[in-house]
Every structure is written in structure tokens, then in C-alpha cells.
């Protein structure tokens, strides 16, 4: 690093925390007029000190430093000029992130190492750097967790259930994750079935990895309901290959789409003469097993159909070929929704969802749903979520200090074009656990869109600045648009070096998106920028704590949940606080349907 000194000084401004960092260059009389400004980049921006003109030195950063609460990036800052000052980008970059724990500096020794001044980001930027060990450990155990469980076609976990209780084989203390505990019955072919505590606080059970021998009962296998309990069966004790990033470039490689030719906004399907599918070259009924990358296709011109069952990664769902004067959309003025929530497993998000489905609200409201996690548990009777080859760990950080997690969505997107039930509505509506969301209220907004259906689609921006991910509402075409173009997209924004576009915001992406850009900011520019799915915006689509701009479209604040017309509100992240604006909203529609039938009355 270079030497700290007061002609070497830039700082970074970011509300109001500052990092100065240390960079040295000589520039020209006419380069030293251009940088005098102040030169902005999103919420952050870069501040010369008084007199640096006169010593030609650099006084702006020529890094942009980012945070996460697991890394720290270091981020060249886009300037005007894409001649010579280009060569400014990339001086400094930070000190390596600690691997280990004992890498780990003191507070104050980190604190004088990154000249982090006095701000409301300070603490946070500390706990940043000393959790980066414990984030890279987890991430490492949890993606070779996936890997397994995907090459092995691990069965669901089941949630509050109890197998072979009081046939224990051993026990073994310590185990923190479910699916670690299933791992290791697996390799113990003595092992036909296993459960783990997932209580908290309980002494010789918390933690721990219970696995069991066959029972004295027909099929060696006992059922038993018991809260604070996970149990479940082994996995394949014989592995194959399967799909998996291995770069992330691969990311973007999505499938492609199953009958996307065919499909011509069908709505809710009615087939009237089944026919055998043909599932590429297997004459068999199926979804799209995970670790086969296969989409359902018909042959001859048919359309594909979703039918019973469901893909959690490795069962067989099941698919239908239609002839196409078969298929159908029933009489319906409301348009149909599929909607979908992933969520991270053995978490407050489990927590909520679990609450949303007992409550049959939310995405239980609307025509179809499926739940995706790295996890397949089963949280309740008939209700499993789906795997999604990704470990779900994510950092924060980026250009807008933001959950960089569109890595993971596309793993969400490639199971959601592989499982195929985005074909059997004319809207598929991704939503967040901690969103409070109202499907009745949403259809009456989207009848409003019928003209976009479409051609290349439409999708739904909920929020002045741009789409943010708390809910997200894609028309079948504009879901077809994004996964025939995400390659495209990566080529046209990732890895492009700093230009124009960059000072005129488009926000183009430099560098490797999925180290830059959380998910929602990634899909609305590559949707916007390079297919021809209409964006339009939905004023009342959106109400949260995040999205700066709609206050001029309510009276009411987001955390009142009072705008009778909001489709969604966010974060709730407490289940009572989630009920209450919940019970909130049930009470407006109420009162609403009442004052429409008094009227009614009195005509």
C-alpha cells in the first residue's frame, strides 16, 4: 500500500461514512480541470481535497470500495473521460480479505489499515471483514452439500417428523445442518433412516445426528410426528453426474425454454386428449431431473403440459403433450398467476413461509405456487419445496451495496424453465418471504396489461429507480424473453470495460455481474436493454422501506400497510409483524366489499 500522506488522500463518501484511501498520479493541467468535480456514482461519491490542482496529484479515489457483510470489493469508479483517465481506474484495491481466522486484525489496527473515518457504517464495515472466514468456511460446506445431495438425489427432509424412534444405531453430537446428518447415514450402510434436532437449547439433542436401524414393523420404516425434529431417508448411495456452475458464466446459460415456440399465452390449460410425451429422446413421462438439465418438448408441434406431481431435482414430474386444437383457456376474466418464493432452509424465511401457507395467504392465494430452496423439505403436508443448484450463499456488497445474489437466481430460473409450470399461466410472480402480498388485488392490476401478453411480453417495474426484488411479475413471454437471452445479456453487460454509458448511468455492467449486481437490478436492465419485452410501470405494485419515490403515490407510509391499493408490502421480516399488516389489509378489503354491497343495497 502506499504511504499515507496529505497530497495522497482521496476519500470515498458513503452516507456519511468516509474511506480515504491512498492513491498517487501525476496528471495534466487540462486532466486536473476535468477531475475537479465531484464525480458521482450511484449513492456514493468521490470528493477532491482543496489544492490538489496545484500539485497535479490525484486527490479522488481511484477504487470505489464496497462492503458486504462478508467482503469487501474493490471497484474501479466509472469518470467522464474514457481517454487517459481510464488509465486511473484500478490503482489501489484493498488489503486482501482474511481467510482464516486468525488473520483477522484488531478493530483499531483494521480501522487505521482501511483510514476508515467516523460514520454510521464504521461497525458494520468491521463485522464485515472479521465474518469474511466464517463466510467462506459455511459457503464451502454448503455448496459440497448441494453437489451431494443433487448427485445422490437425496430424498425431502421432513419437518416435525420422527423415523424409527427407538432404534437408534448411534448418535453423533455437533452436526448443524439437516442435510449433513442425511449425508452421513447415507454413508452408513447400516443406516436406513435419520433424525436431527433442530430445537434450540435442549442439551443431547440440539444438533444432534440421531441414525437409525430398520424397524420391527413391514418395511423397517416408523413415522412419528414430533415438533423441533427433522428425519428422513438416505440418499442414492450411488452417484451420477450433474449440472452445476462451475464458472459463472454458466449461470446465464439457461435451458432452452420447453415448447417456447408453441406457447401463445395459454392461461390455465385444459387438455382434452392426452398424448404420450416425449421427453427429448426418452419416451417417457417427466419433468426435468435436476441433474439431466432437460426441458419437456413435444414433437410433431404439440404443447406441452404441466400435469400432476412436481420436480424437487430429482423426482419426475409430469408433462402432457396436447394437440394444440385441444388446449383451452378456461372463461376467465381475471389472468392467471403462477407464483413462486425461494427461501433459505432452517431460517426465519422457513419460519414465515410456513406461517404464510397455515394462513393460505400470499402466494397460497394464487392459481398455482411452487417453493424453491437448496433444500427439499418437506414443511408441511403437501407442501415440499424444490432444490435449485446453488448453495444460497450470498454476500452484500456491488455498486449499490446490495445482496449479490443473482447467482442464485438464475439457479432459481433454470429449475423454474426445467419444472415448466410457468406454461399454464398467462403471469409467473416471483415474491420474497418477508413480502406481505395480496394476489386479488394484484389480478385487478394486471387486467390492465392484457395488451402487453403479446410478442416478446411484459414485465412490471415496481419502483421509481427500478425494479426491485421483493416482488417480481413477468408475463409467460417476457419469462420466455429472459431465459432465451440471459447468455446474450452476460455477453452484452458482463466483463465491458467502462465507457459513455457508464457516466450516462444506464447502469452497464463492469466486470462480472454476479460480483456487481443483485438479481433484480440485473433482470430489469437485461429485459429492458436487450429484449423487446415492454417495461412498464406499476405504481401500485410495490410499497417498501427501500423504494425511494412512491411517498407521492400513497398518503400512507409502507409500515401501515393502510393503501388500499398496494399489492405488496415490504419487509416484514417478524412473523407478528407480518400478521399485523396482514390483518391490517384483510380489514380495508373488508370494510371495502361491505361499503360496495350497502351501495349495491340501496340502488
Given at each position: ?121 464504521k461497525h458494520s464495515l468491521y463485522k464485515v471483514y472479521r465474518n469474511h ?100 431417508l438416505p440418499c442414492n448411495r450411488y452417484g451420477h453426474g450433474f449440472w ?331 412473523k407478528d409483524d407480518w400478521e399485523e399488516c396482514y390483518r391490517t389489509v ?18
Open positions: 500500500m502506499l504511504p499515507v500522506s496529505s497530497e495522497r488522500l482521496g476519500v470515498l463518501e458513503l452516507d456519511d461514512a468516509e474511506l480515504h484511501i491512498p492513491v498517487e498520479k501525476e496528471l495534466t493541467d487540462a486532466e486536473a480541470r476535468e477531475m475537479a468535480p465531484i464525480l458521482s456514482l450511484g449513492s456514493a461519491r468521490a470528493v477532491a481535497s482543496p489544492g490538489w490542482g496545484s500539485s497535479k496529484k490525484l486527490k479522488v479515489i481511484a477504487a470505489l470500495l464496497l462492503t458486504c457483510s462478508a467482503c469487501i470489493v474493490a471497484v474501479p469508479l466509472a469518470v467522464q473521460s474514457r481517454h487517459g483517465l481510464m488509465s486511473l481506474l484500478g490503482l489501489w484495491t484493498a488489503p486482501p480479505m482474511p481467510t482464516q481466522k486468525d488473520q483477522v486484525e484488531p478493530y483499531h489496527r483494521w480501522e487505521h489499515d482501511y483510514h476508515v473515518q467516523p460514520g454510521k457504517l472466514p466464517i463466510f467462506l468456511t459455511a459457503k464451502q460446506i454448503l455448496t459440497g452439500l448441494v453437489q451431494y445431495q443433487t448427485s445422490h438425489d437425496c430424498p425431502m427432509q421432513e419437518l416435525g417428523v420422527d423415523l424409527n424412534k427407538g432404534y437408534d444405531l448411534r448418535s453423533i453430537p455437533g452436526i448443524t445442518y439437516a442435510g449433513i446428518c442425511q449425508k452421513i447415514c447415507t454413508e452408513d450402510w447400516g443406516c436406513v433412516a435419520w433424525s436431527w434436532g433442530l430445537v434450540r437449547n435442549a442439551p443431547e439433542f440440539s444438533d444432534v445426528c440421531f441414525l437409525k436401524r430398520a424397524a420391527a414393523v413391514a418395511g423397517g420404516i416408523v413415522r412419528n410426528n414430533a415438533t423441533g425434529v427433522v428425519g428422513g452445476w456452475a462451475w464458472q459463472k458464466s454458466d449461470f446465464y446459460k439457461l435451458p432452452a425454454p420447453a415448447g417456447a415456440s408453441m406457447v401463445t399465452d395459454l392461461g390455465v390449460i385444459q387438455c382434452d386428449e392426452p398424448l404420450h410425451h416425449h421427453c427429448q429422446d426418452e419416451h417417457k413421462e417427466c419433468c426435468a431431473p435436476l441433474h439431466l438439465d432437460k426441458t419437456a418438448k413435444c414433437a410433431g408441434g404439440l404443447v406441452p403440459v404441466r400435469q400432476a406431481g412436481f420436480c424437487n431435482g430429482s423426482d419426475d414430474g409430469k408433462f402432457t403433450c396436447c394437440r394444440s386444437n385441444s388446449v383451452s383457456k378456461p372463461k376467465n376474466l381475471m389472468p392467471s398467476v403462477h407464483c413462486v418464493m425461494l427461501f433459505l432452509a432452517y431460517s426465519s424465511e422457513q419460519d414465515l413461509l410456513v406461517y404464510q401457507h397455515k394462513r393460505q395467504a400470499g402466494i397460497f392465494q394464487c392459481d398455482s405456487h411452487a417453493i424453491y430452496s437448496s433444500q427439499v423439505i418437506q414443511l408441511a403436508p403437501g407442501l415440499v419445496s424444490r432444490r435449485i443448484p446453488h448453495s444460497m450463499q450470498a454476500e452484500i456488497g456491488g455498486q449499490f451495496a446490495t445482496v449479490l445474489n443473482l447467482g442464485i437466481f438464475l439457479a432459481l430460473y433454470r429449475q423454474l424453465i426445467l419444472d415448466g409450470d410457468y406454461l399454464k399461466t398467462d403471469w409467473t410472480i416471483k415474491v420474497d418471504p418477508d413480502t406481505v402480498f395480496f394476489p386479488s388485488r394484484l389480478r385487478k392490476s394486471l387486467s390492465n396489461y392484457n395488451f402487453g401478453l403479446g410478442d416478446a411480453g411484459i414485465y412490471l417495474n415496481n419502483c421509481p429507480d427500478g425494479l426491485h426484488g421483493p416482488i417480481e411479475v413477468f408475463s409467460q413471454r417476457s419469462f420466455l424473453a429472459l431465459a432465451e437471452n440471459a447468455q446474450k445479456c452476460y455477453e452484452l453487460m458482463d466483463n465491458k470495460p467502462c465507457d459513455l454509458d457508464c457516466q450516462a448511468k444506464r447502469l452497464v455492467c463492469i466486470g462480472n455481474c454476479t460480483d456487481w449486481w443483485g438479481e433484480d437490478i440485473w433482470v430489469d436492465r437485461c429485459l429492458d436493454l436487450y429484449t423487446n419485452a415492454k417495461r412498464m410501470f406499476s405504481r401500485h405494485l410495490l410499497q417498501e422501506a427501500h423504494c425511494v419515490g412512491t411517498e407521492e403515490y400513497s398518503t400512507h407510509s409502507w409500515k401501515s400497510c393502510k393503501d388500499p391499493r398496494t399489492v405488496a408490502f415490504h419487509p416484514f421480516k417478524a384483510e380489514s380495508i378489503e373488508k370494510k371495502t366489499a361491505s361499503d360496495k354491497l350497502g351501495r349495491f343495497v340501496m340502488k
